[in-house]
């Protein structure tokens, strides 16, 4: 079974910064693209970042030039860095993977908890 694991959220004041982590666990065959995304309270889940296995980034644009997005593969871990936070930068943040559990499987998405992220002002 698999098993995405956030932490690192956390309440902060803005300009603030807090660095989320999401390890991978399980019987896993490879992961392909990772990426981070979040939810406000009343609004739909929104992408923050992503980052393929070859390290490739890709950034809403709200968060560009504050967030920053890696990855370590021989962990299974993606992290999001964030600095400058907002208090519109309040939300759950949700860690995503596209992960192969046999070379011949299909890859399937797979979702973590959800960490919740609050900037005050």
């Known amino acids: 079974q698999v098993q995405l694991v956030e932490s690192g959220g956390g309440l902060v004041q803005a300009g603030g910064s807090l660095r989320l982590s999401c390890a991978a666990s399980?019987?896993?065959?490879?992961?392909?693209?990772m990426g981070w995304y979040r939810q406000a309270p009343g609004k739909q889940r929104e992408l923050v970042a992503t980052?393929?296995?070859?390290?490739?980034?890709n950034y809403a644009d709200s968060v560009k030039g504050r967030f920053t997005i890696s990855r370590d593969n021989a962990k299974n871990t993606v992290y999001l860095q964030m600095n400058s936070l907002k208090p519109e930068d309040t939300a759950v943040y949700y860690c995503?993977?596209?992960?192969?559990?046999?070379?011949?499987?299909?890859?399937?998405?797979?979702w973590g908890q959800g960490t919740q992220v609050t900037v005050s002002s």
């Open positions: 980052i393929t296995s070859g390290g490739i980034t």
């Open positions: 399980g019987i896993i065959f490879s992961i392909n693209a």
């Open positions: 995503n993977a596209g992960i192969k559990l046999a070379y011949l499987l299909r890859e399937s998405p797979y």
